[in-house]
T-cell receptor, first 118, second 110 residues
């Protein structure tokens, strides 16, 4: 079963430091997403990415956040200067297409990267 | 903006019982709706996806229904097992993103 792979599984950082979270989406998927889940809260949308550009972003995704697909397989989320409130589980997700067909639209999540900001 | 609500927030049932989890959404113009399972500290595992043109989907002991006009979806779990204990999330897709509910935490007692 193809899967979305995320690294690291857990990162502890000091406030103000830069963090890069990495994701390897399923190889034939074209739509990529980052979500986050603060402990005990809802899964929140951060950003979607298609055709090498951001297609949608939430109000959470401010100038401190950026995404890249540097080499055609990895998909990264960078937080430039972490804050305490950035502590959360960050999930990468991908799906094949935006069209009809039940298999094509299934959103597949990675296991998540837990970020702890001290 | 889409708002997704799940009730109940928590549910505890004895093993073998059939149960229904509810999901409601405020904007009926969804493209599809997906149900996920989340184990503590883990990622989200896709269970079922229902396209907007479909009424229901089945996988094993799971059956998900969708009523767009009323803004509701249900996840029916037949003959529940302790291994079904987890948090179940629904997510509605429109406006180019998935909107998640807060989840129903299910505990199936042996």
């Amino acid at each position: 079963e193809p899967e979305v792979t995320q690294t690291p599984s857990h990162q502890v950082t000091q406030m103000g430091q830069e963090v890069i979270l990495r994701c390897v989406p399923i190889s034939n998927h074209l739509y990529f997403y980052w979500y986050r889940q603060i402990l005990g809260q809802k899964v929140e949308f951060l950003v979607s990415f298609y055709n090498n550009e951001i297609s949608e972003k939430s109000e959470i995704f401010d100038d401190q956040f950026s995404v890249e697909r540097p080499d055609g397989s990895n998909f990264t989320l960078k937080i430039r200067s972490t804050k305490l409130e950035d502590s959360a589980m960050y999930f990468c997700a991908s799906r094949k297409t935006n069209g009809q067909g039940s298999g094509a639209n299934v959103l597949t999540f990675g296991a998540g990267s837990r970020l702890t900001v001290l | 903006k889409q708002e997704v609500t799940q009730i109940p927030a928590a549910l505890s049932v004895p093993e073998g019982e059939n149960l229904v989890l509810n999901c409601s959404f405020t904007d009926s113009a969804i493209y599809n709706l997906q149900w996920f399972r989340q184990d503590p500290g883990k990622g989200l595992t896709s269970l079922l996806l229902i396209q907007s043109s479909q009424r229901e989907q089945t996988s094993g002991r799971l059956n998900a229904s969708l009523d767009k006009s009323s803004g509701r979806s249900t996840l029916y779990i037949a003959a529940s097992q302790p291994g079904d204990s987890a948090t179940y999330l629904c997510a509605a897709y429109n406006f180019n993103k998935f909107y998640f509910g807060s989840g129903t935490k299910l505990n199936v007692k042996p």
